[in-house]
């Protein structure tokens, strides 16, 4: 049972907007920033999004995060069959421990 | 160019202890945190613990399951972080990544696999 919660699975076809959804408590999300992974097939984690709704170097402005309250989610605009991964939201709890959410995982129809 | 290469991983009976090692480099790593996340076989992302950097004292934390038995160190002369694993357990099979940043940051190596079975 992950700390974070997320719906197991989402689907959307190519060009669609889909959001992903990852809920916590005032310990973890409530009162730290938010973290989003990509995982593609067979290949380790990237880092999509970081504080919220900050993007590294090289991810395309069609990923986009958001946060409010003891919730943030993750949206993707343009879908393109590419984008079919997992996808794994994290934060910083205040008890010094690191936490993901379990992952969804998001086919591209 | 920022590699993380994992190394270490394998076989290993139950009770038993391991020792995983990451090495860096591409950046000054002992001016970063470096982490380890693990994902069982067919499973989710599960943070394993942290080492911060010496500029904030060098200090460890850990995730519930494997305070006690896990030790992060790091030597900064050789760029690398180490994961001693001790009185493993079947539950600890996983793949174990290294990454930069306490939490999972914007460079993972590529993971080694650790298998813990009689």
């Known amino acids: 049972q992950s700390v974070l919660t997320q719906p197991p699975s989402a689907s959307g076809t190519p060009g669609q907007r889909v959001t992903i959804s990852c809920s916590g408590s005032s310990s973890n999300i409530g009162s730290n920033t938010v973290n989003w992974y990509q995982q593609l097939p067979g290949t380790a984690p990237k880092l999509l999004i970081y504080?919220?709704?900050q993007r590294p170097s090289g991810v395309p402005d069609r990923f986009s995060g958001s946060k409010s309250g003891t919730s943030a989610s993750l949206a993707i605009s343009g879908l393109q069959s590419e984008d079919e991964a997992d996808y794994y939201c994290?934060?910083?709890?205040?008890?010094?421990?690191?936490?993901f959410g379990g992952g969804t995982k998001l086919t591209v129809l | 160019e920022v590699q993380l290469v994992e190394s270490g991983g394998g076989l290993v009976q139950p009770g038993r202890s391991l020792r995983l090692s990451c090495t860096a480099s591409g950046f000054t790593f002992g001016d970063y945190a470096m982490s380890w996340v693990r994902q069982a076989p067919g499973k989710g992302l599960e943070w394993v613990g942290f080492?911060?950097?010496?500029?904030?004292?060098?200090?460890?934390e850990y995730a519930a399951s494997v305070k006690g038995r896990f030790t992060i160190s790091r030597d900064d002369s050789k760029s690398i972080a180490y994961l001693q694993m001790n009185s493993l357990k079947t539950e600890d099979t996983a793949v174990y990544y290294c990454?930069?940043?306490?939490?999972?940051?914007?460079?993972w190596g590529q993971g080694t696999l650790v298998t813990v079975s009689s």
């Open positions: 080492i911060r950097s010496k500029a904030y004292g060098g200090t460890t």
């Open positions: 994290a934060a910083w709890d205040d008890s010094l421990k690191g936490v």
């Open positions: 504080s919220n709704n």
């Open positions: 990454t930069r940043d306490p939490l999972g940051g914007d460079y």
